[in-house]
Each structure stands twice: as C-alpha cells, then as structure tokens.
C-alpha cells in the first residue's frame, strides 16, 4: 500500500501562521482530509476536501493542495490548537485507506 | 447529534479473541460506510476496516486481513469488529467512525471516544 508522510514535530509561535504538510502518491488522485487529536481525545476533523471545514471548525483552519502534497494551514495560531494533526486519504492503489504519520504541533 | 459508542474492549491474552461493538445514533445508519480506526499506545492512527452502509462491501487493512471481520446491523444501528488470533501488536484504542458523505471518502466524522484493547499474557 501507499504512504502519507509527515513531518514529525511543527512549532508555531502564538499568533502566527504555520503550514502542516502531508505528501505521498494518494493525493495525485484523492483529496486529504486532516484530523486535530489532543492528548486523551479522539481525532477531530478539521478539513476535508478541495477546502471544507465542518460546523464548528474556526475559519484559521484551511487546506489546499497541489500535485502529491496536502497542506493545512493555521492562520493565526492559538494557544488550544496545540495537538497531534494527522492527514488521511483513500490509498490509489488498494480499497485500503491509509494516514500518514501524524505532526506534533507546539504553540510557543 | 451524531453518537458513537464503542463497547467491549478489555484485557485478552495472545491468539485470544474479542468482539468490539458500535452503536450508533443520531443519523441513518444504513446510509453511510463505517470505520474502525486504532491507535497503539504512543503512536499514530492506523485504519483497520470499513463496511460500505449496506454491508455488501468490506475492506481491510493488510495487518488485520483474515483475522479480523468487520460486520454490522443495520436493524440495530450498531457495527462489530470481530477480532481474532490477537496478538501483542494489536494492543491500541479502537475507535469507530461515521463516513462524513453518503459515498466512502475515508473523510471521518465524528468518531467515537474509543475502547482499549491490551493482549497480553
């Protein structure tokens, strides 16, 4: 099966702007899908799509992607964004689903 | 509202077996493809299944496959993971997931609050 890879570890400063990246041969064909998960919680999803945040989800959050890459982009960092943020896709070469590594996001 | 509850997660010993359920309220159950996804002690999510709304679609990852079988009853609202010869390895919070569309995007949404299951002797 394919891979998503992800930078381990993001640090952001409050207030600021920070990019999480995912990339693997998966998102040529299928949008990612991008999940926040805070330590004893389950996952959240943040982003799917082109660029869609379900109800709830604070318009900083935002996504795009172009060629084998999947970005998430927080616009304005907050104190309660810190959090492991994972990205998912169907896999394009199996029924399989696959996610990629996960980032630690740290708010200084 | 969306809920989801999983259920029967415990302490198994290795080549044991488990059978962890879902119930589901607040949506037609029967409309949307539902996932399990786990997550072992420290580490990354990992998806397991998912069972298309109608059940006549199944999908496994390589780990799990002829081991594990994802059912479900629509009847009852509620989808199983029937999980067998487990090993130390399977060790993680599962959780179930809601397809966010009506057509098997792997988009997740909501998710259960998970139940821990731990093989070991």
């Known amino acids: 099966s394919s891979e998503l890879t992800q930078d381990p570890t993001v640090s952001v400063a409050l207030g600021q702007t920070v990019r999480i990246t995912c990339q693997g041969d998966?998102?040529?064909?299928?949008?990612a899908s991008w999940y926040q998960q805070k330590p004893g919680q389950a996952p959240v999803l943040v982003i799917y799509?082109?660029?869609n945040r379900p109800s709830g989800i604070p318009d900083r959050f935002s996504g795009s992607s172009s060629g084998d890459t999947a970005s998430l982009t927080i616009t304005g960092a907050q104190a309660e964004d810190e959090a492991d943020y994972y990205c998912n896709s169907r896999d394009s070469s199996s029924s399989q689903v696959i996610f990629g590594g996960g980032t630690k996001l740290t708010v200084l | 509202e969306v809920q989801l509850l999983e259920s029967g997660g415990g302490l198994v010993q290795p080549g044991g077996y488990l059978r962890l359920s879902c119930a589901a309220s607040?949506?037609?159950?029967?409309?949307?493809?539902m996932s399990w996804v786990r997550q072992a002690p420290g580490k990354g999510l990992e998806w397991v299944s998912t069972m298309s709304g109608s059940g006549s679609n199944t999908h496994y990852a390589d780990s799990v496959e002829g081991r594990f079988t994802i059912s479900r009853d629509n009847s009852k609202n509620t989808l199983y993971l029937q999980m067998n010869s487990l090993r130390a390895e399977d060790t993680a919070v599962y959780y179930c997931?809601?397809?966010?569309?009506?057509?098997?995007?792997?988009?997740?949404?909501?998710w259960g609050q998970g139940t821990l299951v731990t093989v070991s002797s």
């Open positions: 799509g082109k660029n």
């Open positions: 997931a809601k397809d966010l569309t009506s057509s098997w995007e792997g988009w997740f949404d909501p």
């Open positions: 998966s998102l040529r064909m299928y949008y």
């Open positions: 607040g949506f037609t159950f029967s409309s949307y493809a």
